[in-house]
């Protein structure tokens, strides 16, 4: 957002990717994920996803001081109610194993639930690219519902490959089978595409509506991506399942 704003300020306009301060937030982003993407070969989903409220409530702060942003009461309430939630989320999410074979992630691409909710997926994203690039409608909400579109595909990736490449480390070779390239491809293509369409909405947007919006929207599809493609609630407590939607 600081490379954007100091862009427009100047009397030669310059593609944003030219900035060095551009280049150095999404290599702190790439430095983060890079831990992010550890931690979803050793926990769910649904307990990994929803930590990025430290990127939230991390995000408010940096906008006060770098952004000169103003803290509103509605903010600080916001940011409690969601470490609040965080808390309960993390509390209640399943425990189910975490060491997934090829063999596993192969089978869970071909059933189907998760066909049915491609196919819904990609029906939602041409609808909104089609408002996206004909009707030129670049708000927020459709920018960012994109955004999750794509990042519900992006953790199902990235916990594959994740899982693959920890077991092969322990001595279970899985990065023999084609599953693990398709899926790293995935990962790869849709995290591109995010990040297009998340630096659009930062050009446009102020930093304190882009990231809670965009957090929320992410960790909705990523939960919903591991209870469909991972089934990660399919032997959890009707209790652990109420206390985690109220989180």
Known sequence: KC????LVC????????????????????????????????????TLVAPLGCISVIGSAFISVFFLKKTMRTADVLGGTLTITGIFLLVTFTPNVPQELTARQVQNYLVSWPFLVYSILEIIIFCILLYFY????????MVL??????LASLTVIAVKAVSS???????????????????MSVL???SCAFQIKFLNQAMHLYEATAVVPINFVFFTTSAIISGVIFYREFQSAALLSVFMFLFG
């Open 187 to 189: 990962m790869a293509t």
């Open 164 to 182: 693959m490449i920890a077991l092969s480390v322990k001595g279970k070779m899985q990065l023999t089978y084609s599953v693990f390239y398709v």
């Open 10 to 45: 100047r009397a030669e306009q310059k593609p944003y990717y030219t900035s060095k301060l551009w280049c150095c937030g999404i290599t702190l982003l790439g430095l983060g994920e890079v831990g992010n993407f550890t931690a979803y070969g050793f926990a769910p989903i």
């Open 144 to 149: 960012l519902m994109m955004v999750a579109l």
């Open 3 to 6: 490379a954007h704003l100091r």
């Open 133 to 140: 690039k004909r009707k030129a409608v670049k708000h927020i």
